[in-house]
């Protein structure tokens, strides 16, 4: 693992539940020693109410739908005249033992991945799979996708691109794999939470971005009981978002030449 990707990951761990709440709490309690006990107090609620807050579906629900409503569903793919198909890794599970200890792609990557070859038989276009190594492991995910697109879904893989390790990198990686082929015009296949800032990205690479967002939440802004009751699973699900609003807030600031609506402000 670079020490680029390690950086990374301990500062996303710092800025996103639960470690940050936890933190929050642990700031709280030291205050409770000192003569700033009601600040400490006031902290440790403040955990507990947000904790609660980003478990529970109805009131995390803004930050997913937000998201993705950026990319709605990609309902006619043969109209939108695109050259090839990009589906972008999204994780490993390393030493899977039902596989005889060979790594596979995760649940994750493996949800695009059937999305791509969806796309694939309803489009005919070739597919490039784009990701690398970030967790230092020797195969690349590209050739874990390309293997599991062969074997599970019987689809062929055009372009291999296992070098990247961020999102960034997959877009300038892929670019320059696919200028060489002449193809600009591309489906883009990803998460619908991860979509908005894969497109930006993506777009100031210089590529024309048709967004074929897979893996909706769905999750109906409807006042139930159950929409009340905080769940793990919805924890996570608000962890995932607010990791993209940050990293679109990053891309913003690190790749200048991107605007709000993912246009980018220089010629490439």
Do not use: C
Not at 65 to 82: D, F, G, Q, V, Y
Not at 163 to 172: F, G, I, L, P, V
Not at 224 to 235: E, R
């Amino acid at each position: 693992m670079s020490a680029s990707v390690l950086t990374v990951a301990i500062v996303s761990a710092f800025l996103l539940p639960p470690l940050n709440l936890l933190l929050l709490a642990i700031l709280g309690g030291g205050l409770l020693l000192t003569r700033w006990r009601s600040m400490g107090r006031m902290l440790i609620a403040l955990s507990l109410v947000l904790l609660a807050l980003l478990s529970t579906p109805f009131s995390a629900a803004w930050l997913v739908n937000t998201l993705e409503a950026e990319s709605p569903p990609l309902l006619a793919p043969r109209e939108a005249n695109a050259h090839a198909i990009v589906v972008l890794g999204g994780g490993r599970i390393p030493n899977a033992l039902e596989f005889g200890g060979k790594d596979q792609p995760s649940a994750i990557a493996l949800a695009r991945l059937r999305y791509g070859a969806w796309l694939h038989q309803q489009t005919g276009l070739p597919i490039l799979v784009t990701g690398g190594s970030p967790d230092g492991r020797e195969e690349p995910e590209a050739a874990l996708m390309s293997r599991a697109l062969r074997d599970s879904f019987k689809v062929p893989v055009r372009w291999e691109e296992g070098r990247s390790d961020n999102t960034a990198e997959n877009a300038s990686n892929s670019a320059a794999v696919l200028k060489q082929a002449g193809v600009k015009h591309i489906l883009l296949v990803t998460d619908a939470m991860h979509m908005p800032r894969a497109r930006r990205i993506f777009s100031a690479a210089g590529l024309d971005v048709v967004p074929a967002p897979t893996s909706f939440s769905n999750n109906p802004p409807v006042l139930t009981p159950l929409q009340l009751l905080p769940q793990s699973g919805t924890l996570e699900r608000s962890r995932y978002a607010m990791h993209e609003w940050i990293g679109m807030l990053w891309y913003r600031m690190r790749y200048q030449h991107i605007d709000t609506s993912g246009k980018t402000s220089r010629a490439d």
